[in-house]
């Protein structure tokens, strides 16, 4: 059974820069549907739930700016939904306004269709990643302690001896103050304290 085709909307006022979106996208293998203002848009995510928006920024009757500000607060559910803007806007500023008001991406025009098609597949990729992955990773002491140290750039084998390190002091600690004696103590603690056992 092929696919379902993610739905993409399209929010752009000038229509033939929407209609070469839409043409391009569908040539992708999308579905897209269009609106040509913020209003308009609005009530078709609200109606159709697409899988990802793009918009524009400058728009008649409501700017994208607003169009994001009232569907995350209309909304909440929305929220996880890519959106992306597209605009001819350049400036600094009002690429970091969209992505405080939570923009997923930020696409300059003239629109690089390659481009544009590698930032959607990761979006989408990336809510498909996020329903699959649990809300909260429960790690234990050890998982904590072997993540901190890679990301601190060890190999293996350092992690090995560190987790050795670690394990003797706790013993050594248990033997002199009783097992209860190490319980809550990080393993930061143990290595800046080596000589506390």
């Known amino acids: 059974m092929a696919e379902a085709r993610k739905k993409i909307l399209c ?4 229509r033939e820069t929407a ?10 293998g999308f579905e897209v549907s269009i609106a040509h203002d913020g209003r308009s848009g609005l009530a078709a995510i609200l109606k159709n739930m697409p899988d990802l928006v793009l918009s524009d920024i400058s728009m008649p009757v409501m700017s994208g700016f607003e169009l994001l500000e009232r569907l995350t607060a ?19 500023d009002n690429e970091l306004k969209g992505r405080q008001l939570g ?3 930020y696409v300059t025009k003239p ?23 649990p809300k909260v990773v429960q790690l234990n002491d050890r998982e904590v302690e072997a993540l901190t140290w890679v990301a601190r750039g060890k190999t293996s ?4 001896v560190l987790r050795a390190h670690v394990t003797r002091w706790r013993t050594r600690a248990a033997m002199r103050r009783g097992p209860r004696s190490c319980q809550g103590i ?3 603690y143990i290595l800046q304290h080596p000589w506390e056992a």
């Open 19 to 28: 209609a070469l979106i839409v043409e391009e996208l569908i040539d992708r």
């Open 74 to 92: 209309l909304e909440p559910r929305f929220a996880r939904m890519p959106f992306i803007f597209l605009t001819a806007l350049t400036d600094r």
């Open 103 to 105: 923009a997923d991406d």
């Open 111 to 133: 629109i690089d269709f390659d481009m544009l098609t590698t930032i959607i597949n990761a979006r989408l990729a990336g809510v498909a990643r996020s329903e699959l992955w």
């Open 186 to 188: 990080s393993t930061s």
């Open 157 to 160: 084998a350092e992690n090995g």
């Open 11 to 14: 929010i752009e006022d000038d």
